[in-house]
């Protein structure tokens, strides 16, 4: 074992439990690791998140995206120890709610919250009942347009099948609106993304919920209280 493998690994073993989330890692990694050395980079990847949180399911390639994407979004100027944490119901939304925020929210927190960004987006939009929804979580309109729109918070490495986007496609003739959509804090099969192109759904996901977050942040929202 080379004194790099040897010394990530050893690195990250103190904190490796079930509990650890990718926020966590992420935070060790850039502080132990400020150079961002490519060879740590793809040890990191490899034998760290490969390993915890995606079983090696994905590609070498897919996973490097991945965890450039992840990188590239985590605020390195909040440099403290994040806390694990659910978000309440009753939270304020604010500019500092980031994507790892909400990978811990539960479904129902993940609907209502989803439901207010789309608000600062221009729609009207309401969460349905919980129950006998008809695979539609939110109801929304914009210019004139409804939209029925099913979310998906999943845990990171599991991706959104083509039964999410068949559900939803079903329900926006149920509701009468005239698009539909599947939002995630994760990303979609390819199978999903084809009955998506022949359903005409729209797919948003982690990339797209991250992009909502940031220009939140940059436009200095006034709090509002998560309906």
């Not at 390993?51 to 909040?78: A, G, T, W, Y």
């Amino acid at each position: 074992m080379s004194k790099t493998t040897k010394s990530l690994e050893e690195e990250f073993s103190s904190i490796l439990n079930d509990d650890i989330t990718l926020k966590d890692l992420l935070y060790h990694f850039v502080t132990k690791f400020p150079s961002n050395d490519p060879s740590y980079k793809k040890r990191f990847i490899e034998d760290i998140i490969a390993n915890k949180f995606v079983n090696k399911k994905l590609p070498s390639r897919k996973l490097m995206e991945f965890i450039d994407f992840e990188i590239s979004h985590f605020d390195k100027s909040k440099m403290e120890k994040p806390e694990k944490k659910t978000i309440p119901r009753s939270k304020k939304t604010n500019t500092g709610v980031s994507i790892y925020d909400i990978d811990v929210m539960d479904p129902f927190e993940f609907e209502s919250f989803i439901a207010k960004l789309l608000k600062y987006e221009g729609y009207s939009a309401e969460v349905t009942k919980k129950s006998g929804d008809q695979g539609v979580d939110i109801l929304a309109e914009k210019d004139g347009e409804k939209w029925a729109i099913q979310t998906k918070r999943y845990e990171l490495g599991k991706k959104i099948s083509n039964k999410a986007v068949q559900e939803v496609h079903t329900g926006k003739e149920f509701y009468k609106c005239q698009r539909a959509a599947v939002i995630t804090n994760q990303f979609f099969t390819d199978s999903a993304r084809q009955i998506a192109d022949t359903t005409n759904v729209i797919l948003w996901d982690r990339r797209f919920v991250a992009s909502l977050l940031e220009k939140l942040k940059e436009s200095n929202t006034v709090n509002e209280e998560i309906s």
